[in-house]
């Protein structure tokens, strides 16, 4: 079976340009989340989304943060403009079912944004 | 914020010897979970062990709850260079967040 698949692997950017990211999940998942690592650091939820719905998104910067669920199957987070301080690892995970307690996460490879 | 503090931030151990890594949490928690990630890539689900249960084992794996003291513990026995990686524990909470902790970066040496 396929992982989750995330796009592109690497961006580099200049601060204030926008970037967004993609992720696939496993097919047939409902939960997907979108977390922010830090070097050094473990992740941070900024959304889940259950099927179409984002069901937490109380830690997304919405000033400049927007992410989107189409048809409750692909993802694209998107950072408008960006900061300097918003450099770190993205990475999406699915998990299959919806608003279940004992699920594990499934993660993609991560998109590493670098702004300059 | 990170719920879930891991002890100690690093260790480094000789291939064949045990690798034992804690992690500390601070409300009640549903299940917890520990994940491993390799340099440049994505966190691997490595177990899971509910509220109720105080021990569970996975191959090489050891994990223990403690809930009265907010405490789990991950121990890995006669460690490969291929355990060389960051480990964290996963809280997961009533409200279905499931929150990391900072990790343990364990190097096994040859």
């Known amino acids: 079976e396929a992982g989750v698949v995330q796009s592109p692997r690497y961006k580099i950017i200049e601060k204030k340009q926008p970037v967004a990211f993609w992720c696939n999940p496993i097919s047939g998942h409902n939960t997907l989340y979108w977390y922010r690592q830090n070097l050094g650091q473990g992740p941070e939820l900024l959304i889940r989304y259950e099927n179409e719905e984002a069901v937490d998104d109380s830690q997304l910067p919405k000033d400049r943060f927007s992410a989107e669920r189409l048809k409750g199957v692909d993802s694209t987070l998107k950072i408008q403009p960006a900061e300097l301080g918003d450099s770190a690892v993205y990475l999406c995970a699915s998990s299959p079912f919806v608003g279940a307690a004992n699920e594990k996460l499934f993660f993609g490879s991560g998109t590493q944004l670098s702004v300059l | 914020s990170q719920q879930g503090e891991e002890d100690p931030q690093a260790l480094s151990i000789q291939e064949g010897e045990n690798a034992t890594m804690n992690c500390s949490y601070k409300t009640s928690i549903n299940n917890l979970q520990w994940y491993r990630q390799n340099s440049g890539r994505g966190l691997v689900h490595l177990i899971l062990i509910r509220s109720n249960e105080r021990e569970k084992h996975s191959g090489r794996l050891r994990v223990t709850l403690d809930t009265s003291k907010k405490s789990s513990s991950l121990l890995i026995t006669a460690s490969r260079a291929a355990d060389t990686a960051s480990y964290f524990c996963?809280?997961?909470?009533?409200?279905?967040?499931?929150?990391f902790g900072a990790g343990t970066t364990v190097t096994v040496r040859a």
């Open positions: 996963a809280t997961r909470h009533n409200d279905y967040k499931l929150s």
